[in-house]
């Protein structure tokens, strides 16, 4: 058994100082290809990959010859939109070959604190994920201002692991973990190889970004705070040290040092209970009995039990769910906005698209975006 086995969905986060060589501004191209191949005997091995990758300010910085420590806004997004494409084309170079299909995916902030956005970016990662793509992930630097940019990818790592539920995020990095000090500053400093909740003394063992570096803005205490989101989400985290070739298979054996976050519940769990306790029902839903029998069950709710809409919302809102009589069922995230979902009441799922002139999916509320009271 290796130390991946109880993971199924894992996002992969790698940073810029890995996959760029600070020298030559190239990409490292071996242990590129290496952890190619791990991805592809984790995806033979049944499981989901997504890869958020940062790079693409690095590789334009060589393409644009600017080659100075600090960039502005402006300079680092003319370098994102020169870098991009190298990136994506050479994420699409090494998987290929081994039978994998990529997709490129960019996101800003907004995607994933905007409601209609981040279903809409949850949607499109999940459709990818079970046509068995890998997607590549990256901050869209070239439109992000400096107010809303996370800055780090690894924070944006963290919200793409809760977005898309997935149940473990690997932190690859010039680092092997989490020390109880700097261990470039202090030869006593001990590693933690376990965590198991972030408390104010864990969260005050990191430091300041890596401001020296060239090629990335990560630090301890960006990991630090993506593990606080993803373990939050329900999502294990590990920070591991990912220079060696093939690096997702050394932190299966175990042979190296790394950190372990470990996640309170499950994504699924944690989702319904951010849904059950921290969302302010914009509308409701009365349904009919065949409805409620069927959510007691752990179906979907369809439009075709839908009776009365009350509310005024928008797709990927929290609503109620009511019976005729007005008992609360449950609650959960509208798949569609107040107007669409009262012109498709009582349809079947068939008729959608005739009705609307486009397909939102059969799901007024989808079980995974719902919780029933027992």
């Known amino acids: 058994m290796t130390a991946l086995d109880n993971y199924n969905r894992i996002a992969v986060k790698i940073g810029s100082s890995l996959l760029v060589d600070e020298t030559t501004g190239l990409i490292n191209q071996a242990w590129l290809e290496s952890l190619a191949q791990d991805i592809a005997n984790l995806k033979q091995s049944g499981k989901q990959i997504l890869i958020i990758s940062s790079g693409a300010i690095a590789l334009g910085r060589g393409r644009l010859g600017l080659v100075k420590a600090n960039l502005s806004l402006a300079e680092k997004q003319a370098c994102a939109a020169a870098g991009q494409v190298v990136l994506t084309q ?139 989101i993803a373990t939050d989400a329900g999502c294990a985290m590990v920070i591991t040290r990912g220079d060696a070739h093939n690096p997702l298979a050394v932190l299966a054996d175990g042979t190296e040092k790394s950190s372990w976050f470990l996640a309170k519940t499950n994504p699924l769990l944690a989702r319904k209970q951010w849904i059950a306790g921290s969302l302010k029902p914009k509308g409701i839903f009365t349904i009919d009995a065949g409805a409620a029998r069927a959510l007691a069950k752990g179906s979907s709710l369809l439009a075709a039990g839908l009776v009365r809409v009350e509310g005024d919302f928008e797709r990927g809102e929290a609503v109620l769910i009511v019976d005729e009589m007005g008992r609360e069922l449950g609650r959960g995230l509208a798949g569609y906005s107040a107007d669409n979902a009262r012109a498709i009441r009582g349809l079947k799922s068939s008729d959608i698209e005739a009705q609307l002139g486009y397909d939102g999916g059969a799901a007024l509320i989808h079980r995974d975006n719902m919780v029933v009271n027992t």
Do not use: F
């Open 90 to 228: 050479t994420y699409e170079a090494v998987l290929a070959p081994l039978g994998l299909n990529t997709a490129q995916a960019l996101l800003t902030l907004n995607d994933t604190e905007d409601r209609r956005r981040w279903i809409n970016a949850r949607a499109t990662l999940a459709t990818l994920l079970k046509l068995g793509a890998v997607p590549i992930i990256n901050e869209n630097d070239t439109v992000a201002t400096d107010e809303i940019r996370y800055g780090d990818n690894d924070r944006l790592a963290a919200r793409v692991a809760q977005m898309c539920s997935a149940d473990l995020l690997v932190l690859l990095s010039d680092v092997d973990g989490l020390y109880d000090a700097d261990p470039t500053l202090d030869s006593t400093a001990k590693h933690i190889a376990q965590i198991r909740e972030i408390t104010p003394e864990i969260m005050a063992m990191g430091g300041a970004s890596n401001i020296k570096r060239g090629t990335g803005s990560g630090g301890m205490a960006t990991k630090l705070q993506a593990a606080r």
